[in-house]
């Protein structure tokens, strides 16, 4: 899923059967353990079990499409002597449409592999890029110490 694309509870369209909607979504969520390419646009189409649309659906043919076509894809711990922690943080404004929060991501590296991650909606609206990120740094700092 391009992260151009966003998702809403449109009117229009046609339901889709949501226990299959569900079933797929929780297949890919276990994928996202190994898969973190995948994370933001699982997260993404999980917000509309509830009552997916055939668009929803379409995007989630999306995924398995791509996952079908990436299978050496994932996680790879190299062996190395090197421990420099290093972390990243980052947020879009307005990632969500249906209630304008911003969704803050963090990951840390130790060397050159992935050590933790995280990708969370704020609890707050905010009014700026700048203040997004702000909200963002502090969420993380706070997580750290």
């Known amino acids: 899923m391009s992260t151009s694309t ?3 509870m ?5 339901y889709f059967v949501q226990k299959t909607y569900r079933g797929m979504i929780g297949s890919l969520l276990y994928l996202t353990i190994t898969r973190l390419d ?3 646009s699982v997260r993404t189409c999980s917000r ?12 989630v043919k999306r995924i398995f499409r791509y996952f079908k076509g990436t ?14 922690l290093i972390a990243y943080a980052d947020a879009d404004f307005v ?5 304008r929060k911003s969704t803050s991501g963090t990951c840390q590296l130790l060397g050159h592999a992935l050590v933790s991650w995280s990708s969370k909606k704020q609890n707050s609206i905010a009014l700026s890029t700048t203040e ?3 909200i963002t740094v502090g969420a993380y700092c706070a997580q750290v110490i």
């Open 6 to 8: 966003k998702l809403d």
């Open 10 to 14: 449109n009117n229009e369209g046609e």
């Open 38 to 40: 995948i994370m933001f």
């Open 48 to 59: 509309f079990q509830s009552y997916p649309k055939q668009s929803h659906y379409k995007v």
């Open 71 to 84: 299978p050496n894809l994932g996680l790879w711990y190299p062996k190395s002597k090197n421990f420099k």
């Open 95 to 99: 990632g969500c449409r249906i209630d």
């Open 132 to 134: 997004a990120e702000y």
